[in-house]
């Protein structure tokens, strides 16, 4: 029996001794291939084995550290999150730069697990290559067409203006928090300018929308998503990524409910919203599909 505990005590150390002769040898691989690329890559603090930089990061406020960063490795410098090397530039004149003498090396952008989960590679600001530039090409074209930057959103939002201030008077003067009737406002400005119209502040469709949006957006930034995004693997047991695709179905559920509304009210000659100009260029694409096909 002492044998039997001799032996598992030194297999429990043999493996612990193996893990630790494992992570020495990946840091000395690591340092290796940086110090071959000195002069190549932006400079950046020192990372542990596959846990990189995230022991010294805030998570919570990570801009903060990345400020806090460029005051030693100067505008452009390289952290680890976990394995995964990111570049972080810092300061408007040097993202503007980045952005329009290079344009074309930071055309496309990284898709973390956390946008892919819930847009699939869809829409504008989480996709890449044409899809994305037809989709640039589109929404620009019909917001302008719906007064964004013009006298139109203004007189929206004038419009939505008065509902606010409705809703203070409710008040009468005491002291209350205005984030959810401003989110409420916010919300149906947009909402007036992709569906063509707006929706009461107590119209329970609307503020479930509104409220799961923004738990969402609250969950994408919190620490257990920048650990998911960092290591995909981890998804099964955080409790965030069943909370935002839980919130992404229903909400893709009710955008459906919408639109198929829209859909059955459709008239070609009058577009409500940036739906309408979807459907009625679906709809275009499809006869010209069609017309295609039987020539």
């Not at 390289?78 to 344009?103: D, H, M, S």
């Not at 329970?204 to 949006?213: C, G, N």
């Amino acid at each position: 029996m002492a044998v039997i505990e001799s032996l598992l005590q030194f297999l429990s150390t043999g493996t612990l001794l193996g893990a630790l002769l494992l992570l020495l040898v990946l840091f000395l691989l690591s340092t290796g291939s940086r110090s071959q690329k000195e002069g190549k890559e932006p400079p950046g603090p020192k990372p542990l084995p596959l846990l990189g930089n995230l022991l010294t990061l805030d998570l919570e406020r990570p801009f903060d550290a990345f400020c806090e960063l460029s005051k030693t490795h100067g505008n452009i410098f390289q952290v680890f999150l976990g394995p995964r090397k990111i570049v972080v530039l810092i300061g408007y004149k040097t993202v503007k730069e980045a952005l329009v003498n290079y344009a074309e090396e930071f055309g496309d952008r990284k898709i973390e697990p956390g946008c892919r989960i819930t847009h699939n590679g869809h829409g504008i600001l989480f996709s890449n290559g044409e899809n994305w530039r037809e989709m640039r090409r589109f929404a620009l074209s019909n917001l302008r067409d719906f007064g964004m930057g013009k006298r139109g959103s203004e007189e929206k939002i004038i419009e939505e203006i008065q509902y606010l201030k409705g809703e203070f008077e409710k008040f009468e003067g005491k002291p209350f928090d205005t984030t959810q009737p401003v989110n409420y406002a916010a919300a149906n400005i947009i909402s007036s300018i992709v569906y063509g119209s707006r929706f009461e502040y107590t119209d329970p469709q609307f503020t479930e929308m509104v409220d799961m949006t923004n738990e969402n957006v609250r969950v994408s930034g919190s620490v257990s998503m920048m650990l998911y995004n960092t290591f995909p693997w981890l998804g099964p047991f955080l409790n965030s990524k069943r909370i935002i695709v839980r919130n992404a179905l229903k909400l893709r559920a009710e955008m459906t409910k919408l639109i198929t509304g829209l859909l059955e009210t459709l008239n070609p000659h009058d577009r409500r919203g940036i739906v309408d100009s979807f459907l009625i260029r679906k709809q275009s694409d499809e006869i010209e599909f069609m017309r295609r096909l039987t020539e």
